[in-house]
């Protein structure tokens, strides 16, 4: 995990190929195919108190945040946003858990549960984010996340940010 604490920013990329991004709403969080955008880039914070949970902030200056609230009524996956909490607690903490060897992890909330993409292609779960529960017997629950370090000044990193 040391690579995680030294990143200044990172880019998540799910199972699915697909990149978490911060939507433009200021508030919401889904996945994309296109990891070149400002929305795909989260700032790392480190957490003094804690040297193995860390916090996400996204282009907009906002948190990745683990919500209480069902994603849908009678889901029990509970949402995923972006959010600029008044106190920053354990809903903005985040437990990078290594998978193998290399950049995957899975990112486990303080309550235990574990970030999701999913992946069902029919709405509303189409490109959702949500955390629950891990179900080991389930593919890509929790999701296994590559961490990628954007590249400094690159050109299509210039055009779109």
């Known amino acids: 995990m040391e690579f995680l604490k030294q990143a200044k920013v990172?880019?998540?990329?799910?199972?699915?190929?697909?990149?978490?991004?911060?939507?433009?709403?200021?508030v919401s969080v889904w996945q994309n195919r296109d990891g070149t955008?400002?929305?795909?880039?989260?700032?790392?914070?480190?957490i003094s108190q804690n040297?193995?949970?860390l916090r996400?902030?996204?282009?907009?200056?906002?948190?990745?945040?683990?919500?209480?609230?069902?994603?849908?009524?009678?889901?029990?996956?509970?949402?995923?946003?972006?959010?600029l909490?008044?106190?920053?607690d354990s809903i903005v903490e985040w437990e990078p858990v290594s998978v193998t060897k290399g950049y995957k992890v899975k990112l486990k909330t303080a309550n235990g549960q574990y970030l999701r993409a999913n992946g069902c292609?029919?709405?509303?779960?189409?490109d959702s984010i949500s955390h629950d529960n891990p179900n080991w017997r389930k593919p890509g629950s929790p999701t296994e996340i590559d961490l990628t370090l954007p590249k400094q000044n690159s050109p299509s990193d210039k055009e779109k940010i």
């Open 121 to 126: 292609s029919l709405p509303p779960w189409k």
């Open 10 to 26: 990172v880019r998540f990329r799910s199972h699915h190929n697909k990149y978490l991004l911060a939507a433009d709403d200021e």
């Open 37 to 46: 955008v400002k929305n795909a880039r989260w700032t790392v914070e480190l």
């Open 56 to 83: 996400f902030k996204s282009c907009f200056g906002k948190y990745l945040t683990a919500l209480s609230t069902p994603c849908l009524l009678g889901i029990k996956s509970k949402k995923v946003l972006q959010t």
């Open 51 to 53: 040297s193995n949970t």
């Open 85 to 88: 909490p008044r106190t920053l």
